[in-house]
């Protein structure tokens, strides 16, 4: 079932809000900046063994813990920022996954100067198929399966699959231009 259809089949209503703003709003829309591409990275990272809902109810707590996905501040951050994570119940609190983004972080301003940007490095390594993808983030990040990363290329528009063709938002995202099109 497809994201798509699946809104449709939920309930409670906040819950089928929660998702329709997401699947309305950003899921399949490319993004440019690369703090928010990282952020998406942070939050497919935290899904890993969770719900999406419980990130979705997450992310503004994500986006204040972590400095709005700001990857310089992550990049620098120390033992103590990491203790507060793990004390902030507003995200989840799993070590591993708070020392990924701290790393991931580190890789990404290596990489921003390489590239000029993550962005940038993305779009050198297009296309791909998810396979190959899954290799390269693999090699490159921590903590990134495969579906982390289906699911992340998914989300910003490099991989196909997001809506199906008869959403009305597939449309809007064709307007944009996503990757995987090209």
């Known amino acids: 079932m497809s994201y798509c259809t699946a809104i449709d089949a939920m309930q409670p209503e906040e819950r089928k809000a929660l998702h329709k703003n997401y ?14 591409l990282f952020g998406r990275l942070i939050m497919e990272i935290n899904q890993a063994g969770l719900s999406w809902e419980t990130i979705l109810k997450k992310e503004s707590a994500f986006r204040r813990a972590y400095d709005n996905f700001s990857i310089e501040k992550i990049a620098a951050y120390t033992e ?3 203790e507060r994570l793990l004390a902030d119940a507003g995200i989840i609190r799993n070590r591993l996954k708070i020392n990924a983004a701290i790393e ?22 297009h296309p791909k198929t998810k396979e190959e993808w899954t290799r390269l983030f693999r090699n490159t990040f921590r903590f990134t399966g495969g579906e982390i990363v289906n699911e992340f290329l998914m989300s910003i528009g490099y991989l196909s699959g997001s809506h199906d063709e008869d959403c009305p938002v597939y449309q809007r995202i064709m307007a944009q231009k996503p990757k995987w099109k090209e």
């Open 104 to 125: 991931n972080a580190k890789t990404l301003l290596a990489l921003q100067k390489e590239f000029d940007s993550f962005e940038k490095w993305l779009e050198h390594h």
């Open 23 to 36: 699947h309305d709003n950003f899921y399949g829309f490319p993004l440019h900046d690369d703090n928010e």
């Open 80 to 82: 103590k920022d990491c």
